[in-house]
Structures are given as structure tokens and as C-alpha cells.
């Protein structure tokens, strides 16, 4: 039993220690939550200040629009009175109408509710000039509708020349002047006999791709078409190098490095497109030039536009000489068999 007591103690003293700490935890919650407690109270006490200056603010902002609509009320009605009385003075001002019994005669243009006789005739106008409008309109699309067919009509026939006819109608001069080449191209391949070696077409770049871009357009597809006319009406014994041509400036972007990429795929895909128009790929190159090749100075913007380009060189294939059978006069000289 004696030696119990003194782990009893032992424990004793522990939990008395434990005591001590939680109640010197507690002390020190309590002293937390109250100081927090007094922090909530000033940030509430805070909000509700700022509430109140903000109530206030926008009761005296109410005031001063009520003020300043009062103001302005005063304003006009002090204008009022006095142009009436500048008119009064002016001998300007209208007497009320007097009102007619059934009796009284009614005026020749007069219209039921108060309105003015002119009204009348505006209204007329207005309605001649919807009318015209509606006209005008249904001519000019009944006008559309002919003036394509007429385009397709004069492609379908002339070819090249056809296209170039009517870029001069629309006045559009610098497709006028790229195509120039393709028409010469095609009047020359009307003729069975010409004795053309090399051929040159160009056509700007804008006409073909977007601005650093590589994807034909829609709008690229009609040209295309025509100088896979002229390709075909050339015949076969003829080849196609396409050459992509850019200006100076540099290019970076995620697709291509530089303009020697730029203009490679160019060529490439309008390469392609020949593929596809069943031209064979035996007589295609494509080759991209980038700035090395420009045709004007790159120092405008006109400049650079026009360095921006594809150009079709057409190339006649020299023809092959057949092999002719060497013979030997010796052998004409020995004598037949019997």
C-alpha cells in the first residue's frame, strides 16, 4: 500500500498541471473572443456610420435634383412669360379661335381632326415616292440577275478575254492589268501553228490568299480556272512552273517561319488545285522565291502589294527525237540468195 502513494501523488500532481493549463487556455480563449468581440463591434459600428453617410448622401443628392428641377421649372416659366409678352408687344400673338355653330360656313381645305391642308400633299409625295423606291428596286434586281447571267455568258465564250472585258466594264484596273497576260496567252493558244516557248502569267497574291495566309480563297477559283484553260488549250507538251512570290517585309508567325515558307505553300497549293483540275502532276513544280525576285522597289505600299504574286511560267517541252534505224550499205551490196 505504501508504494501506491506515491504514483497516487505522481498522478495528482498531473492532472493538477492539466488543470492549470486549461484553465490558462481558457483564460487566453476568452481574452481572444473578447478582443475579436470588440473588433466586430467597431466594424460594425464603422458599417453602420458608412450606411448612414451614404443615406444621407443620397437624401441631400434627392434634394438637390428636387431643387434643381424646381429651378428649372422656375426657369422656363419665367421664359415663357416673357416671350409672351415680348409677342404681346410684337402684336404676335394668336387669339384663340372662336368656336362655330353648326350654322357657320366650313372652308373648302378643311380636313376632319385638325389637320393642316398641306398634310395632304406631303402625304402624296411621300406615297409617290415609297412606290418609286419599290420600283427602282425591283428593276435593279430583275437587273442583277441579267448582268450575272451576261458574266457567265461572256466567260463561258471568251475565256481569259471575256473575264478581262468585264473587269473593264466595273473599271477594276489592276485585275485588268494581271490579267492582260492570261488574254494574250489565250489568243495566242486559239492559233494551232504558234511557236511561243514560254508563256508568263501573273497574278497578284491578295486576288489568291489572305494576308499571311496560304488557303486559296473562293474568289481565287474563277482566275485558277482560267489559266487551267489556258494550260489545257496549250496542250500537253508544255510545263507549268508556279512560282510564290512575296515583298520584304518579315514573317513569323506559328505556320511559317519566314516568307520562304510563306510563299513555298503558296505555290504548293495552287499546285494542288491543278492537281485536282486533272492537270498531271509530271509537268507541275512548285517553287517559293519569298523577296529574292521583286518586280518593282519595295519602298510604297503599292509597291510591295504588286511584288506580292504567283506567277505561272508555261515552258514548252523540247520534242523527242525518234531513233532512226542506221543502215548499212554494205549490206545492200551482198548478193541474194536464191
Known sequence: MAEENPKLKKYEAAVKKLKAANEKAAEKLEKQKNKYQEALDKQKEAVAQEKDKVEKGIDKLKLQEQQAKDQLDNQKTKLDEDWEKKFEEAGLKKKPAEKKGSTAEVPNDYIP???????????????????????????????????????????????????????????????????????????????????????????????????????????????????????????????????????????????????????????????????????????????????????????????RAKNRRIEFVLEKMPEKKSKKKKVDGRENMKPKKA
Do not use: C
Request: hydrophobic share 40%.
Open 113 to 303: 381632326g385638325g389637320v393642316e391642308p398641306w398634310m395632304a400633299t406631303f402625304a402624296d409625295m411621300v406615297t409617290l415616292l415609297m412606290v418609286f423606291f419599290v420600283l427602282f428596286y425591283s428593276v435593279e434586281k430583275d437587273n442583277t440577275e441579267k448582268f450575272k447571267s451576261a458574266i457567265d455568258m461572256m466567260v463561258e465564250e471568251d475565256g481569259p478575254d471575256g473575264l478581262a472585258k468585264i473587269m473593264k466594264v466595273v473599271d477594276s484596273t489592276k485585275v485588268m492589268k494581271n490579267l492582260k497576260d492570261m488574254r494574250d496567252a489565250s489568243q495566242a493558244a486559239k492559233t494551232e501553228d504558234t511557236v511561243e516557248k514560254k508563256v508568263v502569267l501573273r497574278v497578284p497574291g491578295l486576288n489568291l490568299f489572305k494576308a499571311g495566309g496560304a488557303k486559296l480563297q473562293r474568289e481565287a477559283r474563277p482566275v485558277l480556272n482560267e489559266i487551267v484553260s489556258v494550260i489545257n488549250k496549250k496542250g500537253k507538251n508544255y510545263k507549268i512552273f508556279i512560282q510564290g512570290h512575296t515583298d520584304d517585309v518579315p514573317i513569323k508567325t506559328p505556320k511559317f517561319e519566314s516568307n520562304w515558307e510563306l510563299s513555298a505553300v503558296r505555290a504548293t497549293a495552287v499546285l494542288r488545285y491543278f492537281y485536282d483540275k486533272g492537270i498531271e502532276p509530271e509537268r507541275l513544280t512548285a517553287t517559293g522565291y519569298a523577296d529574292t525576285f521583286p518586280m518593282v522597289p519595295n519602298n510604297t505600299k503599292e509597291g
